[in-house]
């Protein structure tokens, strides 16, 4: 099985540098205005519950045709372009995808079908996030317009950078990464993270943001468009590295056990995180569990997994009381965080 690199581009292995949350990488803009275009929600393997769908070199065959979407795309700002308030894209190979009327149709054979699947999944994310209060009721997170650069120099690898510019890149290879939802979403929760100067001075650290990366894609995708195997990352893109079904490139409900499970890895050691996530998710709610568990991230200084379940904890008590509080210490204690 190959194991598929979703990481943050430019950080050293020894020491990870805290991210400035005041950087900005586009002007914010002035107008917005909606649009239309086709998606997968989130992925053609998840949607069409379809162990045996796979790449063939970018084709448009007849049996993905179920798992396109028409969706609506807002807070476009109105260039005729995938631009606006909280995602900005662009395209290394191919053409921009350009519409003068925000029609943005198009199959997974056209480069500008990526771009309309990370405007739409970015943009998805960030009114999640508003949603539960973010930005109004909470501090804002990552609340700018998202660079988003699809085909990174025509490499099968995806990551999220702030060197030179806060941005997501999505490469090609098998399944062209952006064309999964929660390639996507994984990334974005690199960028939430550098939003709220998190520090990646661990390797804990660095397990900790795999693991909410992993986690903040399955709790944003089941929000968006519910599919049976919730627990599942990345089904789609996983189709082309690993040959056991159901395909995942990684599950945020198995039973590893900290700290005699940590491998030094940090994908691997994500998974003990993400599934505490899981089980607060499963315990309260997405909405409590994501609220909570998004507030608790502001400027941790990069230590360990004990220390941020701790902080969790003291956010599930301050924001909803000593019930969540103990749902949220109970998850923790289950993986032998706590």
Same mark, same amino acid.
């Given at each position: 099985?190959?194991?598929?690199?979703?990481?943050?581009?430019?950080?050293?292995?020894?020491?990870?540098?805290?991210?400035?949350?005041?950087?900005?990488?586009?002007?914010?803009?002035?107008?917005?205005?909606?649009?239309?275009?086709?998606?997968?929600?989130?992925?053609?393997?998840?949607?069409?519950?379809?162990?045996?769908?796979?790449?063939?070199?970018?084709?448009?065959?007849?049996?993905?045709?179920?798992?396109?979407?028409?969706?609506?795309?807002?807070?476009?700002?109105?260039?005729?372009?995938?631009?606006?308030?909280?995602?900005?894209?662009?395209?290394?190979?191919?053409?921009?995808?350009?519409?003068?009327?925000?029609?943005?149709?198009?199959?997974?054979?056209?480069?500008?079908?990526?771009?309309?699947?990370?405007?739409?999944?970015?943009?998805?994310?960030?009114?999640?996030?508003?949603?539960? /209060?973010?930005?109004?009721?909470?501090?804002?997170?990552?609340?700018?317009?998202?660079?988003?650069?699809?085909?990174?120099?025509?490499?099968?690898?995806?990551?999220?950078?702030?060197?030179?510019?806060?941005?997501?890149?999505?490469?090609?290879?098998?399944?062209?990464?952006?064309?999964?939802?929660?390639?996507?979403?994984?990334?974005?929760?690199?960028?939430?993270?550098?939003?709220?100067?998190?520090?990646?001075?661990?390797?804990?650290?660095?397990?900790?943001?795999? /693991?909410?990366?992993?986690?903040?894609?399955?709790?944003?995708?089941?929000?968006?468009?519910?599919?049976?195997?919730?627990?599942?990352?990345?089904?789609?893109?996983?189709?082309?590295?690993?040959?056991?079904?159901?395909?995942?490139?990684?599950?945020?409900?198995?039973?590893?056990?900290?700290?005699?499970?940590?491998?030094?890895?940090?994908?691997?050691?994500?998974?003990?995180?993400?599934?505490?996530?899981?089980?607060?998710?499963?315990?309260?709610?997405?909405?409590?569990?994501?609220?909570?568990?998004?507030?608790?991230?502001?400027?941790?200084?990069?230590?360990?997994?004990?220390?941020?379940?701790?902080?969790?904890?003291?956010?599930?008590?301050?924001?909803?009381?000593?019930?969540?509080?103990?749902?949220?210490?109970s998850a923790f204690q289950d993986r032998g965080i706590l």
């Amino acid at each position: 099985m190959k194991l598929r690199f979703l990481a943050r581009a430019g950080i050293a292995a020894a020491a990870l540098l805290a991210i400035n949350a005041s950087i900005v990488s586009a002007a914010h803009p002035t107008a917005a205005s909606t649009g239309t275009g086709r998606v997968f929600l989130p992925n053609p393997v998840a949607d069409l519950q379809n162990q045996a769908l796979t790449d063939q070199k970018d084709a448009d065959y007849a049996a993905l045709q179920p798992a396109y979407h028409a969706v609506g795309l807002t807070n476009l700002d109105g260039s005729g372009y995938l631009r606006g308030d909280w995602a900005y894209v662009v395209s290394e190979t191919g053409n921009p995808a350009f519409s003068s009327t925000n029609t943005f149709n198009y199959n997974r054979h056209d480069d500008e079908f990526e771009q309309v699947m990370a405007y739409y999944w970015v943009t998805e994310a960030q009114k999640y996030i508003q949603r539960l /209060g973010f930005g109004t009721k909470y501090r804002p997170v990552n609340m700018q317009p998202q660079h988003v650069r699809l085909n990174q120099l025509g490499a099968d690898n995806s990551f999220a950078t702030d060197h030179p510019k806060n941005e997501l890149r999505f490469g090609k290879g098998g399944v062209d990464d952006a064309e999964d939802a929660e390639v996507i979403l994984h990334e974005y929760g690199h960028a939430i993270h550098f939003s709220q100067n998190f520090s990646f001075a661990t390797e804990e650290a660095g397990a900790i943001s795999e /693991g909410f990366g992993d986690y903040w894609a399955v709790t944003v995708s089941d929000v968006v468009s519910p599919t049976p195997d919730k627990a599942c990352v990345a089904d789609w893109d996983a189709t082309s590295y690993t040959s056991r079904v159901p395909h995942c490139l990684r599950r945020v409900d198995t039973n590893l056990h900290y700290p005699e499970d940590l491998r030094g890895e940090v994908h691997y050691d994500g998974q003990i995180w993400a599934r505490a996530l899981w089980d607060i998710r499963n315990k309260l709610g997405n909405v409590q569990a994501d609220t909570i568990i998004l507030e608790a991230q502001f400027d941790f200084p990069g230590t360990s997994m004990p220390d941020l379940a701790r902080a969790t904890v003291a956010a599930a008590q301050r924001l909803y009381g000593k019930s969540a509080a103990n749902a949220v210490q109970s998850a923790f204690q289950d993986r032998g965080i706590l």
